[in-house]
């Protein structure tokens, strides 16, 4: 087998490992895990999660958004894109399905700054150094090749421009190296050596790290600067990096058909917590 056929089956299983749910679901249902979600919840709990995002950048680095362009990897229906699209300049959604593309289109209907494109769900298809931000949420947690995960942070500095930042979030209780283990959205786990070993001698700057402590299912936002100048030497990931702040608590909880994630942050309490693992 060569190795385009090799990367077009493993697209294609890719696509059909977490879109298959998904399409039965319907969209909405399969993007929240709520069932009975309303579209308005969906737009509403969207536009604040993006918010937040952005918060983390200026937060950082401080940057002129408005005259940037963000990649927003795995765009799903676009509900990040299209808030986003109120910030930056330019907004470029990638997703490996063509249908839920389709439904993205529709979302953000009207938004002239955003514009779709349809990935291989193993690469970024935008040309080297042509953005200068990339984002990427709920989407490095449900791929189930560890390779495949740390090749989309290469992508994201790939096609940074030099000074560009990159914002990704992933969940940080797997304890499982191969996806599928615990379900089959269920990713492979990541640890904090596997960034130190992807970016050891290439030229990148950690900003920053950021974690929200009320969160009953761990997630870890790591933030990228794409360094101007020489790798430094031993530069690592390091736990006591990590800056506490209320990334997705606070914006659902008025929102009457998020039921599953209510119960979750009602129930949830340092014994039930799930145990953080990326720092083993």
């Known amino acids: 087998m060569t190795d385009q056929h090799a990367g077009e089956e493993k697209s294609g299983q890719l696509d059909a490992k977490y879109w298959s749910d998904i399409k039965d679901q319907g969209p909405l249902a399969g993007i929240t895990l709520d069932a009975g979600i309303t579209p308005e919840d969906f737009q509403t709990y969207g536009d604040r999660l993006a918010q937040r995002q952005i918060e983390i950048y200026r937060r950082f680095a401080s940057p002129d958004l408005a005259?940037?362009?963000v990649v927003d990897v795995g765009c799903g229906m676009g509900r990040?894109?299209?808030p986003f699209a109120a910030v930056f300049g330019k907004v470029v959604g990638v997703d490996i399905n063509a249908d839920i593309l389709v439904q993205a289109r529709q979302y953000c209907g009207g938004v002239e700054n955003v514009e779709f494109v349809q990935?291989?769900?193993l690469t970024i298809p935008l040309e080297d150094a042509s953005v200068d931000f990339a984002y990427s949420g709920g989407v490095l947690q449900h791929i189930?090749?560890?390779d495949v995960i740390m090749n989309y942070f290469l992508e994201g500095m790939r096609v940074l421009r030099p000074g560009g930042?990159?914002?990704y979030s992933f969940q940080t209780w797997y304890t499982?190296?191969?996806g599928g283990v615990d379900g089959n959205r269920v990713g492979a786990q990541l640890l904090a050596s596997d960034f130190e070993s992807l970016m050891a001698g290439r030229p990148w700057r950690l900003l920053g790290a950021v974690a929200d402590p009320d969160d009953p299912i761990p997630h870890l936002n790591v933030v990228i600067e794409k360094a101007t100048d020489p790798p430094r030497?031993?530069?690592k990931l390091r736990k006591r990096k990590v800056v506490d702040m209320p990334v997705r608590t606070g914006i659902f909880e008025d929102l009457a058909s998020y039921e599953d994630f209510r119960k979750r942050w009602a129930s949830n309490?340092?014994?039930t917590r799930r145990r953080v693992t990326f720092w083993d």
């Open 80 to 82: 990040i894109s299209r």
């Open 144 to 146: 189930p090749e560890r």
């Open 119 to 121: 990935g291989d769900g």
């Open 233 to 235: 030497r031993g530069q």
């Open 165 to 167: 930042i990159l914002n």
């Open 67 to 69: 005259h940037g362009t």
């Open 176 to 178: 499982s190296r191969e």
């Open 269 to 271: 309490t340092p014994k």
